[in-house]
């Protein structure tokens, strides 16, 4: 078995308006979680970019809202923005100590199942008794593979939600209105992100540098976000924003990392 401490911190959101609160402020339905449920969402603001890329967990009491712990105390301030009337608390949780594994628990604890990372998150330390430590390079490694982005990292207040390409995982197109939905639906409708997150396999035999270019035709079509080298795929991998008509699966680029190829999806399935 194997865990991780992510550098991640908890919001918690409690109170009888805690549902009604979240749905207004978030891109998916998270209404319909059941205690134990757990999803990716979008909170954006009133123009319809992204203000932070998050995991939104059902607890017992509430709700618990995971984020970067750099941004904790910012999304934080954003939700109180606009806390007037609702009955309901909001606050960063200075006890939780989270952890990531994939295997069985060696302690019961509030336990989300995380699809698209083949793990579970765990509220509490004492998830990871016993286990073996991934090292940051080698959840880096794991989640790039598996094409999961990371806040403040590949996702950042430049972005609108449908450039990060997770709509199937992170956007409700039907769940009604919430801050910047306006612009959310209008993409969806009638027209198109001009860029998006894929994954970029390279023949090279080091990955390319946070921040390299990719180009086609000698002309900048893309920009690399994180890299790693793959044991899994025997070559660098990438997450990076290309221009969608270069973005199709199979797609040949050019990079600074040798040649390189758009892959149809995650590298490695989170199976």
């Not at 509490?124 to 598996?146: H, K």
Request: proline share 5%.
């Amino acid at each position: 078995m194997q865990a991780y401490s992510p550098p991640w911190s908890v919001l918690r959101v409690k109170g009888p308006d805690a549902a009604s609160f979240l749905h207004n402020l978030c891109t998916n339905e998270i209404k319909q979680l059941p205690p134990g449920g757990c999803c990716e969402a979008f909170f954006t603001d009133v123009k319809g970019k992204v203000l932070a890329f998050a995991l939104v967990c059902r607890t017992a009491d509430g709700y618990a809202v995971v984020v970067t712990s750099k941004h904790a105390a910012e999304l934080a301030a954003h939700l109180e923005k606009y806390h007037i009337r609702e009955e309901l608390e909001v606050g960063v949780d200075s006890e939780a100590n989270l952890s990531l594994f994939w295997g069985r628990p060696a302690a019961a604890g509030e336990l989300f199942d995380i699809a698209a990372l083949g793990a579970r998150l765990c509220l509490n330390d004492a998830c990871m008794d016993t286990m073996v430590r991934l090292s940051p390079g080698g959840f880096d490694t794991l989640r790039i593979e598996r094409g999961f982005p990371l806040d403040r990292v590949d996702v950042d207040s430049s972005r609108l939600p449908q450039e990060v390409n997770r709509d199937a995982a992170a956007i409700s197109f039907t769940k009604g209105c919430y801050l910047g939905q306006e612009t959310v639906a209008r993409i969806d409708a009638l027209g198109h992100v001009n860029r998006v997150l894929v994954s970029v396999t390279f023949a090279g035999g080091e990955p390319p540098s946070v921040g390299a270019e990719l180009t086609a035709d000698g002309k900048p079509v893309g920009v690399v976000t994180s890299a790693c080298y793959s044991k899994e795929l025997a070559a660098p991998l990438a997450l990076a924003y290309v221009r969608r008509e270069h973005a199709g699966a199979g797609t040949k680029l050019e990079s600074s990392a040798g040649a390189a190829e758009v892959l149809a999806g995650p590298a490695v399935s989170a199976d």
